[in-house]
Every structure is written in structure tokens, then in C-alpha cells.
């Protein structure tokens, strides 16, 4: 789920490129240890969460803005490794990664189209601000496009809080549901990825 990371530099940028004629900036961003995603689900007899424990290299992002409250993105991708996922069970880390099939496909990949700004007062940077984000979301080989609900915060000068939940099916993936006890306990299709982001912008980067 690195790839779930791009998503929320969204809106730095919502905040950063707003009023800025520039276009095609470069925006170099890394994330703060508190920063949490998860993956959601349920099982016909029990719920789980499985953390993201990968840690995340500072990354850059080419941005422009077209002055009709969209900015896009190139080179906007995220990559996390699922075989990071923990879901505090040995035999269920097992069988996700499994079912990822993350030998063949180590990497879940997130691409950043671009983000659609609200009607919000950006410059109310103490509240909470909605933004559409457009991104492709890839597993095991398949992608999708998917459009997120994202709500962000600039938390200090130069560090952002994202916030999203976004429900998949695994079989649009390609995934069949995980089992355990020859059958006994299935795991539901329909699982939540959880977005939790604090970015810090790099000084360097001037968009103020």
C-alpha cells in the first residue's frame, strides 16, 4: 500500500499550488512514523486488521495545476510490499500472502491521476478540507480505477494529515477469498483499506 501513500500528497499541493501559475513543480515529501494504513475485513466468524509495516522512502511527486480546482500528477506511484502486512497472526500473514500471491507480485501499486478540490476555503488551514482523489489501484497485476474520498489537515507549517477508507472486492483483483481449517473459516470478499497519512513537505520546496 505504499502506492496508497500518493493519494494524500493530493492535497499538500491543494494547499501549496492553489493560486500558483507554475506548472509541472516537483515536490519532494516524506511520512512521519505515526503515519497507519490497514486492511479491513471480516470472516464468518471473526474480524481482523492487518497494519502496513513498511516503511516508506522520501519521494517526489511532478504536480500541475490547470486553474479549474483539479491539480494532476505525473509520476505519482506508491508501492508497498504485501508481504509487510500484519494482521498480528502468523497463519493468517501466511495465508494473505498467499492469496496476494506476493511472491509473483511483491508490490501493491497506487498511481495518482489527479485531485479535485472541493468548495472549501483552503486557506482555512486549521479545518478539515474534502478532496476527490483519482488514483489506480493495482493487485496482483490487475488494476483498477478508483476515485477516494480523502479528508486532509495541515497539522503544522509543513506537515499534512490525510484520512480516507476505500471498500474493494478481492475478486476484482483476482484474489480468492482466503480459508483456514479446510474450509471451515472463509474470509469475506468485500475487505476496508484505511488510510491514516502525516506527510511532511520538504523545506526546500517553495510553494507558499
Known sequence: MKYLFSIYIITFLIYNLAFSNDAGQIMTYSFDDATNLTIEGTSNINSFDCKCKDKFPKSSIRVFFDNS??????????????????????????????????????????????????????????????????????????????????KVKRVA????????????????????????LMGLIKVNNKVKINFDIIAL????????
Open 157 to 180: 507549517l509543513n506537515k499534512m494529515r490525510f484520512t480516507s477508507s476505500q471498500d474493494i472486492l478481492l475478486t476484482d483483483f483476482g484474489i480468492t477469498p482466503p480459508t483456514a
Open 69 to 150: 480546482r483539479t491539480i494532476k500528477f505525473a509520476k505519482g506511484r506508491l508501492l508497498m510490499k504485501s508481504s509487510k502486512l500484519d494482521c498480528n497472526n502468523s497463519r493468517m500473514n501466511r495465508d494473505l500472502c498467499e492469496a496476494l500471491k506476493s511472491e509473483e507480485y511483491p508490490n501493491i501499486v497506487i498511481d495518482i491521476l489527479d485531485a479535485k478540490m472541493g468548495t472549501e476555503d483552503i486557506n482555512k488551514t486549521d479545518e478539515w478540507i474534502s478532496i476527490k482523489a483519482s488514483v489506480v489501484l493495482t493487485i496482483t497485476n490487475i488494476s483498477k480505477m478508483l476515485v477516494l474520498d480523502v
Open 201 to 208: 513537505i520538504d523545506e526546500g520546496n517553495n510553494f507558499n
